[in-house]
């Protein structure tokens, strides 16, 4: 998994339609982060593509997410099988009937899969007000849909990107600009410097005799400099993996503040993991949540945390009175035998 911020998709566009799989293994070998397969109905866009059955034989084949950029007329009426064909996302175009946009979202969310709409270059993002709330994803075009290789359009990306972040403000965790058309080496820092998450990528990367691997980390790193320089005053990225422990808490009450943080959107992962033994013998748990958001659940919950840490103090000492101290090494897991006690210990454990 790549370090900084930006991901590459790799458009399937370009690729040798009659060995796909090749194409597949390729790609994911040479450091792919997800797949982008773009369906057209030969309606929506002067061009055919695959149909569901094409996504449901990749699905198999690798375990990166599958991204599927639907430019169809009729997306309500095979969202559920791309759905069953195993989308991780799936994104369709707001100049479709819009009696289909909300209940296709809603189809996708309910499936518990990123929903996402793209607006073609001349469709103004204000198309998307209505469907905010319902957003995961929001593709920017920057080429007019059909066909890969095209031209780059700058302005587009320029007057969009970063008006779109704006867009799913509401979302701390989780909402992804894409930009795709004309992507490459030589606008990757530009799309970068605007904050885009995902970049796609075609054609470049299926030219003959192309290093298809080199290809990826320079369009990537691009992206991840134009961020730094352009939009983080210099600074680097935070990977988009990276977690951080925002407390360490007994676990009833690690419970309690987990839920509270996810309410807002903020994903938390629970980890038994370094914290320190309580006199109950077990070990406080992590609570885990992105580096990239960090920032806002401080924000947020930095006094909740100082409550929840009293709380646990008061807890601790009402368990002493109670039922004196347990050794902590009795209730480590994973241990048979006595443990010699140079474990890390709970001060008051280790006084008991
Ligand atoms: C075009 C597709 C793109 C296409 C991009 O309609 O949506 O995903 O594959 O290809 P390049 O990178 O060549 O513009
Ligand atoms: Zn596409």
Not at 233 to 239: D, L, M, R, T, V
Not at 256 to 266: V, Y
Request: proline share 8%.
């Amino acid at each position: 998994m790549a370090g900084g911020r930006a991901r590459v998709a790799v458009s399937i566009l370009d690729a040798d339609h009659s060995n796909m799989a090749h194409a597949i293994r390729r790609a994911e070998k040479e450091g792919a982060d997800r797949f982008h397969v773009d369906i057209m109905d030969g309606h929506f866009v002067p061009n055919l593509t695959f149909g569901p059955k094409m996504v449901a034989g990749i699905r198999p084949r690798t375990e990166l997410p599958l991204d599927a950029h639907l430019m169809i007329s009729n997306p309500l009426q095979f969202v559920d099988e791309f759905l069953e064909a195993g989308c991780d996302s799936i994104t369709f175009h707001v100049e479709v009937d819009p009696a289909q946009i909300e209940p296709t979202l809603v189809a996708i969310r309910k499936a518990g899969r990123a929903a996402g709409l793209a607006v073609k270059p001349k469709t103004p993002l204000s198309a998307l007000e209505p469907y905010r709330h319902l957003l995961d994803i929001i593709l920017v075009m920057t080429v007019e849909p059909g066909f890969g290789g095209q031209e780059f359009m700058k302005d587009v990306a320029a007057e969009k990107l970063l008006a779109a972040r704006e867009y799913l403000s509401h979302k701390p965790v989780g909402a992804e600009i894409h930009v795709d058309g004309g992507v490459n080496r030589e606008s990757a820092e530009f799309v970068g410097g605007l904050g885009v998450d995902i970049l796609v990528v075609g054609s470049v990367l299926w030219i003959k005799g192309r290093n298809m691997g080199r290809e990826i980390r320079l369009v990537r790193a691009l992206a991840d400099e134009g961020y730094q320089y352009r939009l983080n005053n210099g600074k680097p990225p935070i990977p988009r993996d990276a977690m951080v422990t925002f407390a360490q808490l007994p676990k009833h009450l690690a419970w309690l503040f987990m839920a509270e943080i996810e309410t807002g959107g903020i994903p938390v992962i629970p980890l038994r993991g370094t914290g320190q033994f309580n006199p109950d013998g077990v070990r406080d748990y992590d609570l885990l949540v992105p580096a990239s958001a960090e920032a806002i659940t401080t924000e947020r919950h930095a006094a909740d945390r100082e409550r929840y840490l009293a709380e646990a103090a008061s807890w601790r000492e009402a368990y002493i009175a109670k039922h004196g101290v347990k050794p902590p090494d009795i209730q480590r897991p994973g241990t048979t035998g006595p443990v010699p006690p140079a474990a890390p210990t709970h001060p008051r454990a280790a006084g008991a």
